[in-house]
Structure formats: structure tokens, C-alpha cells
């Protein structure tokens, strides 16, 4: 079976725009700043065999304040710029209480299940309470990108924290068990 590396988007792959202490999605293309330490970390976790798959919440879909085709554009510059296998987007708002919104594992689940994925074998790197929940919730060990967010925590305690997405490979790699 594959052991994966699950990505949230927004605060660990790219920069999130902040507003009193929130992060919030980039609106535009042009606003997508991918972090520079994203393509080098990503590539060791894909030499390592790792499927590097994004599971990203994108609900302004959902409520009418953004376009997909927004979404569209930006998910090809995130796979132009980084050695991904898949990117999952959920455009719902909780009101919908649909299957694949994090905190609740369905990308996770629907990304393992079409990749073979080894749930036990993988992790989800994220930087709010949703992804490590989603990741809980799914099985995975949990990597939280702290970036101090003005936001409740996760109810399940994260595995690892770290600094930033560099860190977290450093992480993976010294606890997976790589050929």
C-alpha cells in the first residue's frame, strides 16, 4: 500500500492572508504567494515515496463570494509550482454538512481509497484546528504548522507541531519508515 503526505492548502503550502489574527484564503491568483521552503520539502517527501496529496477547504465557493474558476486557476499554479499527486477541494459551507468539509475525513478517506492509500503509514499537514481533526478523524499521524491563528484548537492534540512545511518533511521523514 502507498503512504501518503496530506496537505492542506492556505498557511502551508501558500501564505494565508491574515485579518485580526484569522487567516483567510488568497482572493485572486495574483495573491497566491507560495512559501519558498514548499517545492524543496515537497521533493524529499516525494523521493521518499510519499503521494503528496492537497485536501483544501474552499467554502467562499459555496457561499457565492468567490468562483470556481478562481479556485481552478490558483490549483493550477499550486501544481505548476509543487510535485503534487492530486488536489481535493471541498467548495461547501458547513451549513451543507457534506461528507468532504474538514474537519470531517472524507477527502482523506476518498484520496485513500483511490490511491491505496496505508492511513496508519500517512500524515495530514495543516495549520487550523480543521485539519488536524480531519486528520484524526481519518487516522493519520498530525502535523500542526502553528502560525498562532486566533481561532479555537483542534479537539485531538496534533502528533508534531512545526515551524513551517520544511519542517514538518523533517518530521515525516524522521519518524516514517523510509527505504
Known amino acids: 500500500m502507498a503512504k501518503a503526505v496530506f496537505l492542506d492548502r492556505d498557511g502551508v503550502l501558500n501564505q494565508?492572508?491574515?485579518?485580526?489574527?484569522?487567516?483567510?484564503?488568497?482572493?485572486?491568483?495574483?495573491?497566491?504567494?507560495?512559501?519558498?521552503?514548499?517545492?524543496?520539502?515537497?521533493?524529499?517527501?516525494?523521493?521518499?515515496?510519499?503521494?503528496?496529496?492537497?485536501?483544501?477547504?474552499q467554502p467562499d465557493v459555496g457561499r457565492g463570494t468567490q468562483s470556481r474558476q478562481t479556485i481552478d486557476a490558483m490549483e493550477a499554479l499550486v501544481r505548476a509550482a509543487l510535485p503534487l499527486d492530486d488536489v481535493l477541494v471541498c467548495c461547501h459551507d458547513d451549513r451543507d454538512r457534506c461528507v468532504c468539509r474538514k474537519p470531517k475525513p472524507g477527502m482523506l478517506l476518498e484520496a485513500a481509497d483511490r490511491y491505496g492509500v496505508d492511513?496508519?503509514?500517512?500524515?495530514?499537514?495543516?495549520?487550523?484546528w480543521r485539519d488536524i481533526d480531519a486528520g484524526a478523524n481519518a487516522g493519520v499521524r498530525t502535523i500542526l504548522i502553528d502560525r498562532r491563528w486566533q481561532e479555537r484548537g483542534p479537539e485531538h492534540a496534533p502528533d508534531f507541531r512545526a515551524g513551517g512545511i520544511a519542517e514538518a518533511a523533517d518530521l515525516i521523514l524522521a519518524v516514517s519508515r523510509v527505504p
Open 16 to 57: 494565508a492572508l491574515v485579518r485580526d489574527g484569522k487567516p483567510y484564503p488568497p482572493e485572486t491568483p495574483e495573491e497566491l504567494h507560495i512559501y519558498a521552503e514548499a517545492a524543496p520539502a515537497l521533493a524529499r517527501l516525494k523521493a521518499a515515496g510519499f503521494l503528496l496529496i492537497v485536501v483544501t477547504n
Open 119 to 128: 492511513l496508519a503509514e500517512s500524515f495530514m499537514v495543516g495549520d487550523r
